[in-house]
T-cell receptor, first 112, second 115 residues
Framework: GEDVEQSLFLSVREGDSSVINCTYT??????LYWYKQEPGAGLQLLTY?????DMKQDQRLTVLLNKKDKHLSLRIADTQTGDSAIYFC????????????FGAGTQVVVTP | DADVTQTPRNRITKTGKRIMLECSQT?????MYWYRQDPGLGLRLIYY???????NKGEISDGYSVSRQAQAKFSLSLESAIPNQTALYFC??????????????FGPGTRLLVL
């Protein structure tokens, strides 16, 4: 299947910005997603971006999409301790209708 | 109340035992999914169902089976559990909604340990 790759760990100080990166291989992806998994819980959709956009902003979250390089990033401004979680990048394309391909997840640890 | 529930939340079993993990949802969604999560591997799809009469294998279906008893219920069985099936298992649902947009709603997970 198609691969979605992410770095596994990110440490950030409270109040700084976090940037989580993701690369994907399916150039036909329709949407790309960021899911958040808090300790002991299931995944929850954080935000998504349509493939014909290159940026989406939602309060403290900024998603950047570079289709040429197949690179997706999530920036969290003013990172808080409540942002400590695992963040998953995911994609779906016309050949995977109704299904998502997830990356391995990036564990973000916010330190005081 | 949670929209997607899973039972049990934790389970310890022995090699060779048959076990069933259950998932129920109150979201009214037709689509349901079973994933397993392993550290460093992310989520991998085991089985999925787009309606009550539809069952499809995911990327890692060997050693697993499923049953879609109703729109709201989707069960995952391990016919003969083995230690490398030790993992965190998630059920999820989705609703087609906007064409191409796949928003999935996850249960809290079942942590399974096979000894």
């Amino acid at each position: 299947g198609e691969d979605v790759e992410q770095s596994l760990f990110l440490s950030v100080r409270e109040g700084d910005s976090s940037v989580i990166n993701c690369t994907y291989t399916d150039s036909s992806s329709t949407y790309l997603y960021w899911y958040k998994q808090e300790p002991g819980a299931g995944l929850q959709l954080l935000t998504y971006i349509f493939s014909n956009m290159d940026m989406k902003q939602d309060q403290r979250l900024t998603v950047l999409l570079n289709k040429k390089d197949k690179h997706l990033s999530l920036r969290i401004a003013d990172t808080q301790t409540g942002d400590s979680a695992i963040y998953f990048c995911a994609e779906n394309g016309p050949d995977s209708w109704g299904k998502l391909q997830f990356g391995a997840g990036t564990q973000v640890v916010v330190t005081p | 109340d949670a929209d997607v529930t899973q039972t049990p939340r934790n389970r310890i079993t022995k090699t060779g035992k048959r076990i069933m993990l259950e998932c129920s949802q109150t979201k009214g969604h037709d689509r349901m999914y079973w994933y397993r999560q392993d550290p460093g591997l992310g989520l991998r799809l085991i089985y999925y169902s787009f309606d009550v009469k539809d069952i499809n294998k995911g990327e890692i279906s060997d050693g697993y089976s499923v049953s879609r008893q109703a729109q709201a219920k989707f069960s995952l069985s391990l016919e003969s559990a083995i230690p490398n099936q030790t993992a965190l298992y998630f059920c999820a649902t989705s609703d087609p909604g906007q064409v191409g947009l796949e928003t999935q709603y996850f249960g809290p997970g079942t942590r399974l340990l096979v000894l």
